[in-house]
């Protein structure tokens, strides 16, 4: 375990801004109740094989305890290293997502299962859609009832969508919370055998 | 005979008169009956007996000067004795002298004499003379029956009998003076009869033609003499009926008179008479112009010369000669404008006054708008000039003009173009520049694109300062959405024809066997088609449809450049607006003045939008409704209320033009929810919340349940600060979104956290700016247990019933209303609101200092008046007795101080003697 080095922290932080925006501050800043001291600490990002954790202070001063080896995983993942040096996030990163996301994309009841199966939104499935969104944005996939899915990359701004055809693309699918059920591969594995 | 000699008996019998027998008692035997019947024109003198005028006269006489009642006396014998000559002439023409025959073979009797004495008689007498010609006229056409005969006796009875009591009334006024003045009251009385004849010739006339305009035209010319008259009321009258008749009788069609070749032709009866008929109106209702047009000038005349014209515009728009009248019309615009500047001075007429500027902007109105419709090649360069030129007059008055305009706007939309020049030019003059700029620039462009476009010059010339009604105007353009389905219906049918004659070009190459003289005829049929249609259309009033549709979509673009304009200027105002904060600020109408009227017109028209504009709008909306503050906060110039319009414009524009795709406009959701919190109450506007809580918050179908929640605490929280109706309006807000957003019951529930929905947020923090933020699901609504006891009981009973909603999700709640109509109920009754029952209660819930002073505040509400009084009595009373007892304490006090002193005095006295005592003794 290890804190991030500048170019890691970058990286990482772009992929957030492009889901959050602005609200990365509030990431960023978070105070943690967890743990027993009486102050609130922060959260922080920490590396631990190849994989970026978000935890709280109290809780890595505790994990020192363990070996690097030993130390399976802590906090809240948010994503990984590939070989080459990309970040991606994994599924568990929509907890941290969801509540401040910049765009998001409501899908009609009918057409959320087609997104849980690993298929990207379409027009048609749009329920509602935040407006301002550009192409390249990162947006988080909410059920009508405001249940996060998942997220995934825009492939159209808001303004285009309206010209589009009902089939074409909005958004591309990069994780979702259906994947723990289709990647029958334990705990650890969860989330990262797709991009692999 | 014998009836004949009873009548002259009758005749010469005044100095003994006969017993008064009433008209209706006097039995008639048939035969006289049938008699009088066959010989009407024996009888008619009868109809100018007077029995009763010649009684009076002759009683009053008796009381008279002699001279005077001689001559009276002389002068009625002259007269009986012309009317025994008539009747005698009648009788002796008959009788004695033979008829001559002409070669015709017709039998001439000498009765010339007869009608020439007949009009003097008439003057002698100041009879009337329409009776004598109307009697005539009867006489030659038809035979009137019993009934009417007699009917019509009475009533000349009756009128002659009021004419003598005028007379006889106005005389014995002055019977004494000397006789020159008997003469000239006589005069007088001519003149007035004249005058009164006159008006009840006018009268029957009128009505004659109105019955039966067709039989009667000739009249018509008779009436138009009237106009003539060398009396000025006499003259006005005539106007106004010959205004009446023309008004009725002008037919629904333009009339063209026969050319030389049709005249010659030979034509039915009918037709005759109809041409006979039109060319007199036509040349009457000429010569009545005329009339009009010359008298026009003349002061007097001047208000009825304008109604006249301007009835006669509104009535008949399509008949001959409006080309004249139009320009009479403008002028008169002019000239009443110049009298009402005058009028101004003298209050008393200024209603009257305005009332004809009024109906002559009106009339001018129609006359465009009719313009429009029928010549919409010349008036397209016509008109704006005419409307320059009436708001060029009306200039001072600018601004009831342009509410006139905003009356007037519900024409057809071809003349609305015409209101935006005048209502740029008065803009354009109030400002000082850019009048002639106007000028010129109309002239080049059809007014419909010219007056959008005018309005955005002068925009860009004078960088948005200008007055708001200068861009109010656009927003009662109406555009004519159907336009564009109209055409493409057209261009269904043009295929279908299409594939008709394709099926018909090959039924004729199926058989092609036609003579040629059969192809020529089709050939020159369907020449003639042609050219009919040609002609139709060149004839007809509607508009070619492309064109319209050109014209509209420039002036819309015209108009959304003119807001956009706006937006940016405020936009770029908003954010340079920091630096040089204190330099700029103030001015009468805000900094922004054109801002609202735009807001409000790019909601009206948001449906009419290019896409392509849509992020550019949605992206300048974003900053203004942020008040500009992305570069710094301080001093943002919008106020509350105008960046809550925006992101109610926001919101519209989004709704309008998007069914299919249901966005979601977080950014301005963000604004309205920190722009709750900056409300003021007494500052900003209420409607303009109560507008956005409806539009914003009520009218969305699905929420984001933390958004839902952080606003239901936000306004929950706001509404214990707000006035009654702002309050009533959130609560009514919250209740909808509680209703819609079942999750958001558990705030309901008296317990903190929220559990697993609160998400990420774990307490509530109030002064979060982004609703998702906030963590509003883990708050707890204790707002409403407050509310529950706000001294207004609507919105007590509100709150409570409010926090009984309960978290089980099937409960169906009755549609409630708006929080605009709670608004607006509750502004209203703000007013009328009596809190009497509660100022006990105030008074006990604040400190006792600031009691009073909310009594005293609240006083002009609460109308308990004399209790109020007793109170303050009491209060008064009680601090003055406390008064008074303290002074009384200081009195006691000071007397038991004296007292006290005095004792102790003694007590020392006492000593003191004692010493010298015990010293005596001493010394003894």
Redesign the interface.
Known sequence: MRTLDEQETTVVFEKLYKFVGN?LK?IVE?PS?EGPDPNPGRYCFRLQKNRVYYVSESLVKRATNVSREKLVSLGIQVGKFTHHGNFHLTVHAL??L???A?H?V?LKPTSEMSFLYGNPVL?AH???????INSGDGIVVYS?S?VPLGFGIATKS??D???SDPNSMVVIHQADIGEGFMIDDGFVEFGTSVYV | MGKKQKQKEKVILPPELPPEVPEDEVSVSDEDVDFLAENRAYAAFVSRLDTQSIDKQVTRVANAKEDDLEALYERRLRKKALEKDEDKGLEVDRVDALPVKSLDGKLYYRTVPKAEKKPENGHKEGDTEEDEDGNDGNKGIVKLTKAERRAKLKKKRKEEKQQAKEQTETEEEKQDPQAKILAEVKEDLTVEEIAEVKRQKMAELGTALLNDPESNIKSLKELLKFCKDEDKTITQAALLSCLVVFKDIIPGYRIRLPTEKEREMKVSKFVKKMRFFESTLLSSYKAYLQRLLTLQHNSGFHRVVVRCLCTLLDAHPHFNFRENLLPAVVRNLNSSDEVTRLAFSRPENTLAFSQTLCSSLSMAISATNLHFRLQPQISRYESPFLFLLCCEFFFPSSSSVVSALFVAFRLPFGCCSCFFSSSFSCSAMSVGHGGVFGHLSLSLLPPLLSGAWLIANVVKIHECELHPDTIEVFLSLAFDEDLGRSENKDDDNKGKHKKNKKRKNSNEQIQPVISDKKRSKQELVSKTREEVNADYKAASSAQDVVERRRLQSETLSFVFNTYFRVLKHATQLAASRPKQNSTSSGGALGSHPLLSPCLKGVGMFAHLIDLDFMADLMKHLKILASGGSNVGNSGSPLTVSERIECCIVAFKVMRKNLDALNVDLQDFFIQLYNLIIEYRPGRDHGEVLAEALKIILCDDRQHDMQRAAAFIKRLATSSLCFGSAEAMAALVTVKNLLQKNVKCRYMLENDVGGGSLSGSVVKYQPYSSDPHLSGALAAVLWELNLLAKHYHPAISTMASSISKMTATPNQVYLPTISPQQAFKEFALERESFNIKNDTKKLSHKRKRGNSTLAVATKLPLGLDEDGLRKKLADHFTVVRDIVENEKLRRELDLTTMSLQLHEDYKKQRRTGLGMSKQKQRKHS
């Open positions: 609200n509030n978070n109740h907890s941290l969801a509540p401040n910049k998001k409501w027009k749009l329920g509602r859609i935040t407006e301002d009508m405001d808001t303004k969508c309206r010209k």
